[in-house]
Every structure is written in C-alpha cells, then in structure tokens.
C-alpha cells in the first residue's frame, strides 16, 4: 500500500524537524507494508531528499514542465531537474492545477517528459461535484484517462490517483460502494499489466477504516492530514490494523 503526502504549498524548513517521528515509524514493525512517498514543495525537496538519506521514505515533486530541455521557461521546472536532485516522483494532472488552466494535453506531455527522466507519474483524475451531480462521473474519468496517456505505451510506471474534486479539502468521502465501483471502472480501462490505484480527497485517520477495505484500491494520496506527522502514521497504522 502507497502513502503519498502531498504537502501542496505548505512547510519551510523548521517543518523538516516535524519529520522525525515519521523516520522513527518508517523503521519500526508498524509500517508493515506500506510505502511512504512524500511530495513537498519544490523548496524543500533537497533537504527531504538529505533527512530521508537513512531510511526508505521516498520523494516526490508536485508538478513539472513539460519540456525535458532546459529551456527559457522562467519560473519553471523540469522532470530532469527533478530526476537530479534526488525526486522519484512527480504528481501530475491534480485538479487545483487543472484548475489554473492545465489542460489533458499539456497533462500528457507532461507525463511523458517524467517518463523520459525516469521518474514515476501519480496521475490525479476525478470528477466535479457538477460533474458528479449531472452522472458524469465516467465519461470524465474516461476522457482524462483517454488524453492523459494518449500515446504513452509503457505504462508501468504510472499510477493512478482518483481524487474527486468535490471531496479534496471538504472532508467529503464517497460512499464505499460507490468508491469500489469507480476504482473497478478505472481498472478495466487497463489492459495487461494493470496500474496501481490510489484514492485521495480528505483522507484522514477518522474516515480511513472506511476506506481501507476497498477492493483494488493500492493506497492513498493525502493532502492536509500529511501535512501532521501523527495523522500521517495513524492513517497508515489504521490502513493494517
Ligand atoms: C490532495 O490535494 O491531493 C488531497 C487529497 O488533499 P486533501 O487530503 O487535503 O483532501
């Protein structure tokens, strides 16, 4: 099971200390089988990279360019810079940037320049609550499913993270029957080698035991609870317990 903390634009560098307990954890027993990941912002990823040197918590970046070139982009940051300064992975296609304007066929170039640099994709896909409401939920999924690996063949190092939009930040869930039913959707959009399968959107130690058991599901990517070391290990703890 995956535990992506998604840091969003949040920490500085005393947040680093609060990373302890994390590091204590992730060499415990209790991990059990979880894998941590966490995506802090881009500031902070060398000195997550230098804290996590000794234990197996690995890391990621928010967001990349999409031009594998270095290039006069100003303000911006490829998959390469990333790849060299220690990241493994990179979200890419989260709704608050879908949001700003990233469409699915900037989405798409920007997974297939983090596979050129060999980095992992955390691909975020989900419906609006109009979306939801108006029973739009799969033509969505599909359509960003369809443009967002439009010719992109090798797809095992790209995972998938449904986050309906509606449920990021509001501490709404969806219902786990109706949860269990999206992931089997997403999966059967696959052939062959299936790709793993995260649910993200108010993840929190409160609501995960209704989550934890569903089918097919690979883990979580975690917002706000991420951001708090103890809930971080409760949601893991309570995800094997
Ligand atoms: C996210 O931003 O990816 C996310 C899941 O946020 P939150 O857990 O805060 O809803």
């Known amino acids: 099971m995956y535990f992506v903390a998604n840091w969003k634009m949040f920490g500085n560098l005393k947040s680093i200390n609060t990373l302890d307990k994390v590091i204590k954890f992730s060499k415990s027993k209790e991990i059990k089988k979880g894998r941590l990941i966490y995506c802090p912002p881009y500031t902070l990823i060398t000195s997550f990279f230098k804290k996590f040197k000794n234990c197996l918590i690995d890391i990621g970046a928010q967001n990349c360019h999409e031009s594998n070139d270095y290039g006069s982009y100003t303000g911006f940051i490829?998959?390469?810079?990333?790849?060299?300064?220690?990241a493994n992975y990179v979200i890419l296609g989260h709704s608050e940037n879908r949001k700003k304007g990233e469409t699915d066929k900037l989405?798409?170039?920007?997974?297939?320049?983090?596979?050129?640099?060999?980095?992992?994709?955390?691909?975020?896909?989900?419906?609006?609550?109009?979306?939801?409401?108006?029973?739009?939920?799969?033509?969505?999924?599909?359509?960003?499913?369809?443009?967002?690996?439009d010719k992109i063949n090798k797809k095992s190092n790209i995972m998938i993270a449904y986050e309906p939009v509606w449920s990021i930040g509001?501490?709404?869930?969806?219902?786990?029957?109706?949860?269990?039913?999206?992931?089997?959707?997403?999966?059967?959009?696959?052939?062959?080698?299936?790709?793993?399968?995260?649910?993200?959107?108010?993840?929190?130690?409160?609501?995960?035991?209704?989550l934890k058991n569903i089918n097919n599901l690979d883990g979580f990517?975690?917002?706000?609870?991420?951001?708090?070391?103890?809930?971080?290990i409760d949601i893991v703890k309570k995800t094997f317990n």
């Open 78 to 86: 490829n998959s390469r810079m990333l790849k060299s300064i220690g």
């Open 107 to 149: 989405i798409n170039q920007k997974i297939k320049s983090a596979i050129k640099a060999k980095l992992k994709v955390i691909f975020c896909i989900g419906e609006t609550l109009r979306e939801k409401k108006r029973g739009k939920t799969k033509p969505i999924l599909s359509k960003q499913i369809r443009l967002g690996l």
């Open 221 to 232: 990517l975690i917002g706000g609870a991420s951001q708090n070391s103890k809930k971080f």
């Open 170 to 210: 509001t501490g709404n869930i969806p219902k786990p029957k109706e949860l269990e039913q999206t992931v089997e959707f997403i999966k059967k959009k696959f052939r062959g080698k299936l790709p793993k399968i995260l649910y993200g959107g108010s993840v929190n130690p409160q609501n995960i035991s209704n």
